[in-house]
């Protein structure tokens, strides 16, 4: 994974940061921990827009996820070009994230760390994490389905990075 000492670290980023990346975060550091893994890899999120800045996560996703178990308290921040120098692994949530990332980034080594959340998917087959914050309730149950499943995937791909 890396050397001895140093943790993993992903950041997770959609557009506003209250909705599907904070909701990423919480559910992938669930994973860490269940499987004591909190020593080696770290997790955060952070939006493209920082007009919420501070905030924490939409109601409705916090109400949706912790319904399945995981707390959201993260506050929401805005994604900055100095992340790249952070994060081992900067992960979009669709395709506009991954292009405003790709803008961000610093250099062409910073921009082979931006992946799309979707890559991740093994359940459904689709190209994105569609943005719940317009949908009704069930907006956001498809929307943890997807991240569940992206980050129990993601998760099994940074332990093997490493063997
Ligand atoms: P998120 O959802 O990108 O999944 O956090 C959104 C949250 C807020 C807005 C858009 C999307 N907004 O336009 O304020």
Redesign the pocket.
């Known amino acids: 994974m890396k050397e001895v000492n140093s943790k993993y670290k992903v950041l997770f980023v959609?557009?506003?940061?209250?909705?599907?990346?904070?909701a990423a975060q919480g559910i992938f550091e669930h994973i860490v921990r269940e499987n004591g893994m909190e020593d080696r890899i770290e997790a955060d999120s952070a939006?493209t827009?920082g007009?919420?800045r501070g905030e924490l996560p939409?109601r409705r996703m916090r109400n949706a996820a912790m319904y399945r178990g995981f707390g959201l308290t993260h506050r929401s921040r805005q994604v900055s070009s100095l992340d790249f120098l952070e994060f081992d692994m900067i992960i979009a949530?669709d395709d506009q994230n991954y292009e405003d990332l790709r803008e961000l980034a610093p250099s062409v080594e910073a921009a082979d760390k931006i992946h799309r959340m979707a890559e991740f998917l093994k359940a459904r087959k689709m190209s994105y994490i569609p943005?719940?914050?317009y949908m009704g309730i069930e907006g956001f149950g498809l929307v943890l389905d997807l991240l569940e499943d992206c980050c129990q995937n993601l998760f099994e791909y940074i332990c093997h990075l490493n063997q």
């Open positions: 959609c557009l506003g940061n209250i909705c599907r990346s904070p939006g827009y007009g919420h939409d949530m943005d719940p914050y």
